[in-house]
């Protein structure tokens, strides 16, 4: 054993060094994509968030299909398929009038079910940590997935639904601003041309 145990440490001699090294150069990495990011926000928030927003929608399905989680494949395709119908609406020129209030009444009532989800998969939680669902005959393995499952039903769709209202937000606001814009533009511009009209008028008497 003394033996084994003597080639085993000769084998790795100076394994340490390079395990340190890998830590610092870890460290490094990490305090370097994190300036990055901030200064990517800070410069280009609009593509920052474009591109976060669609990591944060598309990265989680390719986990669903691998491990098989079909209830959450489910739920991500209606979310994915409505939202994509309201962000289309609010990104259209003109704006369809009804837009504005069909953008808020989907996005709040998200808003709505993911606080609901969230604070009963915290109290779920909560209460097997107490012990509570042992009244109730319930397994703490299963209260304990059903608590934490919820939680990241609400926290996940809370944050995707935000990102996406802010989103459809800027969009109308942009189109209502060129709108507004080029409304006036046209009505000085027809002022204009009235007084253009009334000026040899005014010449000739």
Known sequence: MRVEHARMHAKHRGHEAMHAEMVLILIATL???QLLLVQ???????SYNMVTLFQMWVVPLYFTVKLHWWRFLVIWILFSAVTAFVTFRATRKPLVQTT????YKWFLLIYKISYATGIVGYMAVMFTLFGLNLLFKIKPEDAMDFGI???????YYGVLERDFAEMCADYMASTIGWCSASTSSASVAGASWERSRRVPTAKRR
């Open 40 to 46: 990517w926000k800070q410069r280009h928030p609009r």
């Open 100 to 103: 504005p209030r069909l953008v």
């Open 31 to 33: 305090v370097v994509a």
């Open 149 to 155: 499952s919820l939680l990241f039903y609400g926290l």
